[in-house]
């Protein structure tokens, strides 16, 4: 049976100081498109600030430090609710989708806001799905396979607007485009 793509959706990406939220590690910039029929109709973006040092490792990925979360950083508080509120209830479209959603709903949970349970479409598994074997399914391989520049990498926004650009791609593949 054919997969059913939804028209409408949100495409989410997190950029975090490590691996595990439940040891400590935290969502330091999020980026969010809200997208209709193909076109995005809304957009958000935000470096988020948080009480532990970036590690050097995490840094070195992804190029967000320390004094550039002070200088443009957002309080979580202020942040999250907003996400929340832009989540409704669209499908949501991620890379490795779990592991952002992972680390949203655990700050979601800390700042006693509703955790998100919406359906949920990766790109890593719609990859794999309709794909030829890659040798890696990461976020860059997949765009290269796709001819989806990838101007800017490790940073929320730009994945999210690549994430769109693949998740478009492979609908169309799919053969289930209109």
Sequence with gaps: MPQIFPENFIVFDCETTGLDPMLGDRIIEVGVQKVSRGKIVEEFSSFVLHDRPIPAEAAAIHGITDDLLRAEGRPAAEVFPVLALMFEDWPIVGHNVSFDLGFLNHHLKVLALPMVANTCFDTIGLAKQ????????????VARFLEVPQPEAHRALADVNVTRQIFMALVKRAGLKK
């Design 130 to 141: 309709y794909l030829p074997p890659l040798s890696s399914y990461r976020l860059a391989n």
